[in-house]
Structure formats: structure tokens, C-alpha cells
């Protein structure tokens, strides 16, 4: 008995450690942070503003003189292993605690929603002006609303997709840019820096991922699958070679409930995920050769 009660329990810790969760909370100070303001002013353009302690999105006049800015951020994700599913991304701003300089949030001329880009390429905090500016995707962008106070801050913003997006394509993901989603003045979303002296207004970012077990590591030697798109739009088609035809497959979420499930009917078989929200699952492959990938939904 005390054989069974042991390897149950030994059972149930492999499971908690293969699907643990590692939390990982990012708030770097002047020294450890990255970040600089962009400003498209004619003579501002080719100025570098790498180390002041404000963040913000504008679009504005300047001794009535008319110019955007916008800002970039990058946080250090080296340690999140390539592999991991990043099961949350809260990005966190803060407002602008005075009212000197450019001020706080403003709708004077109309809302300043902004976007949230992924950046695409590579940039120097400490070289990087308007003019070099690195270059972002619309892909899995996030919409931050119309702010409804001028000190409103912005706390856990969902960034999960694209946070995934920084992992899984690293060579292209240098961070996020903030620019209003209408660059005609006058309007402003302001928040601070790294560089501010207040360490609790420093953009913070806090994220949880898993190593799935099997989840890019494919187990069995026998079973060849592929699949595409990936991420995808309403279907997918899974290959696999002739002799697994009729192996079954499930589409889980990221505790592992399963979603979709059937059976492969052909060598190349499509599966329809028209009904799962945006997001991040699991799909699973074959019984005692199974194997496991990570699927994006767009």
C-alpha cells in the first residue's frame, strides 16, 4: 500500500513540476531599463531622449510649431525559455505624477487611445531618434483606451499575445512602441519612465509561462505530424504520415481542458477552430507516441 500511496505521489509531483508556472516581474530602474521618447518635431528629429523620465504618446504643438512622439520600451525576456507558453502578459503604466513640462494625459482636441506595436528591430536607448526610429508590426497590437483623467494609470494591460509573439521570434522583437492611434493634435497619453526617480511609476511588466510537457519536444520517433498556419485563422491542417490515419488529436487550453477533439481521417486533415477565442492552445497528436505543439489562434 505504502508502494501506491508513494508512486501516486511521485506521479502527482512530476505533474506539478512538468506543468509549473514561472512568474517573472519586471520593473527596471534607469540602470537596467530601456526606454527613450521619439520626438517628430523639425527640430527635434535627429535628437536622442534616451534618459528622461517621461513616456508618453502626443501629438501637440511646440511654440506653436506641430509634432508627434511617441515611445519605445524593451524589457529583458532572455530568461524565458524559448519553448514556454506565456499563459499571461500584464503590462503596467503609470501616469505622470506633475503637471510641469508636457503635463499629464490630455483629450483637448479629441480621444488618445493609443496602440501598443511589438518593435521589429533592433535599437540603441542611448542613439535612437525620430529619424531612426525602428520599425513595428501591427500584428496582435494592443488597444489602450481613452484615458477618463489626466492621472489615470494604465495597470494590467493584457499583452499576452504579444509577449509570445517577443519568445517564439526573438531575432524579431526589440520591445513596444506606444503612439496614439490619431496623430492630429491635440492630445497626449503621459506616463513615466524608467528613469523616474519613483520606482513604483517605472513601467513594470509581470508575466507567468509554462513548459507544457512534450510541448516542442516531440516524443515519438514513429508519428511525423505537421500543421499550418501557425498562428492561425479559422482552420488548420494536420499532416501525418499514412499509417496514423484515424489517430486521434485534442485541442486544449493551457490548464489542459480539451476543446476540440476527433480523429485524423486523412493524411492531411483539417480541423476547424472557427469557435476558440484569440489565444494560446495546446494541440496534442496520437495516443502512446503523442505528441504536443503550441497553437496560436489569431
Not at 119 to 139: F, K
Not at 171 to 188: A, Q
Not at 233 to 241: A, C, E, P, R, Y
Request: proline share 6%.
Amino acid at each position: 500500500m505504502k508502494r501506491v500511496v508513494a508512486l501516486l505521489l511521485f506521479t502527482v509531483c512530476c505533474y506539478v513540476l512538468t506543468n509549473a508556472q514561472t512568474t517573472l516581474i519586471l520593473q527596471p530602474d534607469a540602470t537596467a531599463g530601456k526606454d527613450a521618447l521619439l520626438h517628430g518635431l523639425a527640430s527635434e528629429v535627429n535628437n536622442n531622449y534616451g534618459s528622461i523620465p517621461d513616456f508618453y504618446a502626443a501629438a501637440w504643438t511646440f511654440g506653436g510649431v506641430p509634432g508627434v512622439i511617441r515611445s519605445i520600451v524593451e524589457f529583458d525576456l532572455t530568461s524565458v525559455p524559448a519553448n514556454a507558453i506565456i499563459t499571461s502578459a500584464k503590462l503596467s503604466l503609470f501616469a505622470r505624477d506633475n503637471t510641469s513640462g508636457i503635463g499629464q494625459h490630455s483629450t483637448l482636441s479629441g480621444p488618445n487611445d493609443c496602440w501598443l506595436e511589438r518593435i521589429t528591430s533592433a535599437w540603441d536607448e542611448s542613439t535612437v531618434t525620430w529619424n531612426t526610429q525602428p520599425s513595428t508590426t501591427t500584428q496582435n497590437r494592443v488597444t489602450l483606451p481613452a484615458s477618463t483623467s489626466p492621472t489615470e494609470n494604465y495597470t494590467d494591460i493584457d499583452v499576452t499575445a504579444l509577449v509570445q509573439d517577443m519568445t517564439d521570434k526573438p531575432t524579431e522583437s526589440f520591445g513596444f512602441m506606444l503612439k496614439l492611434s490619431d496623430e492630429n493634435y491635440y492630445r497626449k497619453l503621459v506616463f513615466c519612465s524608467s528613469d523616474n526617480t519613483n520606482p513604483d511609476l517605472r513601467p513594470k511588466l509581470e508575466l507567468a509561462y509554462s513548459i507544457a510537457s512534450g510541448v516542442n519536444e516531440p516524443k515519438g520517433a514513429d508519428l511525423n505530424v505537421t500543421f499550418y498556419p501557425n498562428p492561425a485563422g479559422d482552420l488548420i491542417t494536420v499532416k501525418v504520415n499514412a499509417v496514423f490515419i484515424g489517430t486521434p488529436y485534442s485541442i486544449n487550453d493551457l490548464l489542459e481542458r480539451p476543446l476540440l477533439t476527433g480523429k485524423l481521417t486523412l493524411e492531411r486533415s483539417e480541423i476547424n477552430i472557427k469557435e476558440l477565442p484569440r489565444g494560446i492552445y495546446i494541440l496534442r497528436v496520437g495516443e502512446r507516441n503523442q505528441k504536443s505543439y503550441k497553437l496560436m489562434k489569431k
